[in-house]
């Protein structure tokens, strides 16, 4: 998962409490106060399995992964594997799912991490928000879930399902996903093959499996 704080450089956690220049966007798409989505990402360990090459990069499944998630950010990306993983989007569930914790935090991305920072105090403790949000990098599995994840903005609600995965390109380039929630640091990233995207009240799922769940 990465960046899950203030500034989580590379991956991760480097708390800065200081004055902001705006809180929750105002472009964003607004809820009433209160959890959004309660449910925790579910994950399931399974054995490796090859899902193919894709832009180079050789795949390798070790999770099944589906999470329900509010869109806190989104990233286009034009270099550091772009033609692999374009956008990076980060997700908040349980109390990063608030419309009212969210009013009093700053959410950004920049250079493959996810940063968050608020004024004076954190609105819950910082515990809670690096364990309730999660920097993906996504890999869509078909043009359709490759566009949805395109359209994606911050305060939608998102369902997405599909793997964890490492990627691994000739010249000893490998990228890892994290399997943990709570973890901080390098390597705290989601590397999250989409089989499955929906966007609450859109139309119904594009689906692309290649596995058997």
């Known amino acids: 998962m990465n960046l899950k704080a203030v500034l989580k450089p590379a991956a991760c956690l ?115 928000i690096a364990c309730h949000a999660a920097n993906n990098h996504l890999i869509a599995a078909s043009a359709e879930v490759a566009k949805i994840i395109r359209k994606l903005r911050a305060g939608q609600v998102v369902k997405l399902r599909g793997y964890l995965v490492n990627a691994v390109k000739p010249g000893g380039i490998r990228w890892a996903t994290s399997l943990s929630r709570t973890d901080t640091g390098n390597g705290a990233c989601e590397l999250f093959y989409v089989e499955s995207a929906q966007v609450e009240d859109d139309s119904p799922p594009h689906d692309h499996r290649r596995l058997p769940h």
């Open 14 to 128: 480097a708390l800065v409490a200081f004055g902001l220049h705006g809180l929750w966007p105002q472009t964003a798409r607004r809820h009433p106060p209160g959890v959004l989505v309660g449910a925790e990402p579910e994950q399931h360990l399974i054995p490796e399995q090859p899902l193919g090459e894709v832009h180079g990069f050789t795949l390798s499944a070790v999770a099944t992964y589906a999470v329900q998630a509010r869109v806190l950010h989104t990233k286009r990306y034009w270099a550091d594997a772009a033609d692999l993983v374009p956008y990076d989007v980060a997700l908040g569930w349980g109390p990063m799912s608030d419309q009212a914790v969210l009013d009093q935090l700053r959410v950004a991305q920049s250079n493959r991490f996810f940063f968050y920072e608020w004024r004076e105090a954190p609105p819950i403790p910082e515990k809670e």
